[in-house]
């Protein structure tokens, strides 16, 4: 069950004046879904970062519920300013032809919409191009996977099917198959915030003094403890011009538009 428990944002609410006092910071929490795996993410966790990175960037067409992803293009762009990129863009970006190319990434970035399935207890899922499902089972089927990372940007990407064998889950089907981390979601992200904490995660990760799990943890914390001023500052103005930036582009100079956990907590990394 603590596989769907933000226990990284763990935090208390004081009074006078009104604050979160958090219990650790969430750069020492990870998460693993057996000991097998656990193990040999850590025998490999002084990997450093490397190319090639596999891009899958909105996936189209949609099923008419979802709606269009206004910065996948700008998040395609922070994953290529750290690495040579393979881009399956829009229709291109099939199940099949994603698990052809999976093999060889030592990054993989889903930029994409997620969702549960009920018919396996309501784990994660990934939609891909015509609405195709990117499910677990897909991935028991690579025939070799070795990725340092696989980033899944997309709502609900790490929710956890549970039964009494096993979690059943994106994050966890990566690890088994081959990868040494993941960073998924446990519930909606919001366009912005997560394009802000990627650009952020990226940054710290591939400055060479940053693992995976501390990048990802202090790219939270400065997201959370950022002004509007700092965060506006830290993209392109073409970005701001996106509706999705409105919240942040509106919000006063001062104010930490992203401090609410649910902005970033969603986002948890498994392995190591």
Same mark, same amino acid.
């Given at each position: 069950?603590?596989?769907?428990?933000?226990?990284?944002?763990?935090?208390?609410?004081?009074?006078?004046?009104?604050?979160?006092?958090?219990?650790?910071?969430?750069?020492?929490?990870?998460?693993?879904?057996?000991?097998?795996?656990?193990?040999?993410?850590?025998?490999?966790?002084?990997?450093?970062?490397?190319?090639?990175?596999?891009?899958?960037?909105?996936?189209?067409?949609?099923?008419?519920?979802?709606?269009?992803?206004?910065?996948?293009? @700008?998040?395609?762009?922070?994953?290529?300013?750290?690495?040579?990129?393979?881009? #399956?863009?829009?229709?291109?970006?099939?199940?099949?032809?994603?698990?052809?190319?999976?093999?060889?990434?030592?990054?993989?970035?889903?930029?994409?919409?997620?969702?549960?399935?009920?018919?396996?207890?309501?784990?994660?899922?990934?939609?891909?191009?015509?609405?195709?499902?990117?499910?677990?089972?897909? #991935?028991? &089927?690579?025939?070799?996977?070795?990725?340092? #990372?696989?980033?899944?940007?997309?709502?609900?990407?790490? @929710?956890?099917?549970?039964?009494?064998?096993?979690?059943?889950?994106?994050?966890?089907?990566?690890?088994?198959?081959?990868?040494?981390?993941?960073?998924?979601?446990?519930?909606?992200?919001?366009?912005?915030?997560? #394009?802000?904490?990627?650009?952020?995660?990226?940054?710290?990760?591939?400055?060479?003094?940053?693992?995976?799990? &501390?990048?990802?943890?202090?790219?939270?914390?400065?997201?959370?403890?950022?002004?509007?001023?700092?965060?506006?500052?830290?993209?392109?103005?073409?970005?701001?011009?996106?509706?999705?930036?409105?919240?942040?582009?509106?919000?006063?100079?001062?104010?930490?538009?992203?401090?609410?956990?649910?902005?970033?907590?969603?986002?948890?990394?498994?392995?190591?």
């Amino acid at each position: 069950c603590c596989s769907i428990m933000p226990l990284h944002a763990a935090c208390l609410q004081l009074e006078n004046p009104t604050r979160l006092w958090f219990l650790f910071h969430p750069r020492n929490v990870t998460y693993a879904y057996s000991a097998r795996n656990l193990v040999e993410s850590q025998r490999r966790s002084n990997e450093p970062p490397a190319s090639p990175a596999l891009v899958i960037n909105n996936p189209k067409p949609l099923p008419p519920e979802f709606d269009s992803l206004l910065l996948s293009d @700008a998040e395609a762009v922070v994953v290529a300013n750290h690495f040579s990129t393979k881009v #399956l863009l829009g229709f291109q970006a099939t199940p099949s032809a994603v698990c052809e190319a999976l093999p060889d990434a030592k990054v993989a970035h889903f930029i994409c919409h997620g969702e549960v399935e009920p018919r396996i207890g309501y784990s994660g899922m990934l939609i891909m191009a015509n609405g195709v499902e990117l499910t677990y089972k897909d #991935l028991q &089927q690579l025939p070799r996977f070795s990725a340092r #990372l696989v980033v899944l940007s997309a709502c609900r990407s790490g @929710a956890s099917g549970i039964n009494v064998e096993q979690v059943i889950n994106l994050p966890g089907a990566f690890l088994a198959a081959g990868a040494a981390a993941v960073v998924g979601t446990l519930w909606h992200s919001e366009e912005m915030s997560s #394009l802000l904490l990627v650009q952020r995660f990226y940054e710290l990760w591939t400055d060479g003094a940053h693992s995976p799990v &501390q990048a990802l943890g202090d790219a939270q914390a400065w997201l959370m403890s950022s002004t509007a001023d700092t965060l506006r500052a830290s993209v392109k103005p073409e970005v701001l011009q996106s509706p999705a930036a409105k919240k942040l582009l509106d919000a006063p100079g001062e104010e930490r538009v992203f401090i609410h956990p649910w902005y970033w907590s969603g986002f948890f990394l498994a392995g190591a």
